[in-house]
Nanobody
Framework: QVQLVESGGGLVKAGGSLRLSCAAS????????MGWFRQAPGEEREFVAA????????RYASSVKGRFTISRDDAKNTVYLQMNSLEPEDTAVYYC???????????????????WGQGTQVTVSS
């Protein structure tokens, strides 16, 4: 049973930064594509960023490209999301997810991910 636990959310002013962490346990983390998604109230869950396991390939939503950076530390079974220049529109619950399919494709669809964390709230005030 794979468990994902996010941390690092909070309240920050516009222009500020936060770093989210997602610690994984119970699986072969180093072969998972890892992703971050977010969901605002009344909205569908949307892709934010993902990182592959083989070449460290990354992929970002256009809305966060240049502001957010995803990274992973396989020795710690942890994936990170560094969020800079935060905007009120970034306010959402952020979820960590894992794709266990042993694929090199860094995917962005919610349905491609098998395991999910419980989420961490990020609130950006104007």
């Amino acid at each position: 049973q794979v468990q994902l636990v996010e941390s690092g959310g909070g309240l920050v002013k516009a222009g500020g930064s936060l770093r989210l962490s997602c610690a994984a346990s119970g699986g072969t983390f180093r072969t998972y594509v890892m992703g971050w998604f977010r969901q605002a109230p009344g909205e569908e869950r949307e892709f934010v960023a993902a990182i592959g396991w083989s070449f460290g390939t990354t992929r970002y939503a256009s809305s966060v490209k240049g502001r957010f950076t995803i990274s992973r530390d396989d020795a710690k079974n942890t994936v990170y999301l560094q969020m800079n220049s935060l905007e009120p529109e970034d306010t959402a619950v952020y979820y960590c997810a894992a794709d266990r399919r042993y694929t090199h494709a860094v995917v962005a669809d919610v349905s491609d991910y098998d395991y999910w964390g419980q989420g961490t709230q990020v609130t950006v005030s104007s």
